[in-house]
């Protein structure tokens, strides 16, 4: 097979990116040799993104719990702890510190440990209903991932890290993509939405 490059663009708090994330493991598991390559994406960059599309970041949650319902439909495993969500009175988190957490696991330990802390993020908010901006909750799930903690922690705040996440924001704006999740194919092909297992196989076997 020819050497097949799928650019997985997805955000920490898209609730759709969960399921996405449980089909990629079951491919990669499928076909070990195609490179998936974790890209940050950013629904809420900043406080202001929630005014803009809910009203308010208070207001948020309530909408936002309604994607959920929708997303834990087409999770396989139906992980979608909707009610505890409910329950919590914090403010539903935004992207950006998450995906600082994820990108200093890549340069850590490359895109399996990107993928690993992704993992344990969505599933700590989706799942266990944490608050994924609080520090113990993302330093919890970096040790869980078994990413070298010390070295996690000089990179998480660094320059060179919020520059790496916002090149992906930018390479995403350059391949016109504004939802997540989003496969990019060799540079080529596009794929949107919470794609299945079998249609991945498809165009995984297609391109070979």
């Not at 802390?117 to 599933?123: E, G, R, T």
């Not at 596009?190 to 165009?203: F, K, Q």
Request: glycine letters at 4%.
């Amino acid at each position: 097979m020819n050497t097949l490059q799928i650019e997985f663009f997805h955000d920490v708090v898209c609730s759709f990116c969960f399921p996405m994330s449980f089909h990629m493991r079951q491919l990669q598991a499928q076909f070990p040799n195609v490179e998936i390559i974790h890209r940050s994406f950013a629904l809420v960059r900043e406080e202001g993104d929630f005014v803009r599309m809910f009203g308010s970041r208070e207001q948020a949650k309530n909408e936002i719990l309604s994607h959920w319902e929708s997303a834990n439909a087409t999770d396989d495993l139906h992980r979608f702890s909707i009610e505890g969500m409910r329950k919590q009175s914090f403010l539903f988190p935004a992207s950006m510190k998450p995906l600082r957490a994820c990108k200093a696991a890549f340069f850590v330990g490359g895109n399996a440990a990107y993928w690993d802390v992704f993992d344990a993020l969505q599933a700590d908010l989706f799942t266990h209903s944490k608050n994924i901006e609080e520090d113990a909750v993302i330093f919890a799930a970096v040790r869980n991932a078994g990413v070298d903690f010390d070295r996690w922690q000089e990179l998480f705040r660094s320059e060179a890290v919020v520059t790496a996440v916002n090149e992906d924001l930018e390479l995403a704006r350059t391949y016109g993509i504004r939802s997540v999740p989003t496969l990019v194919v060799n540079k080529q092909h596009t794929l949107h939405g919470v794609v299945g297992l079998a249609e991945l196989v498809r165009v995984v076997k297609a391109m070979e």
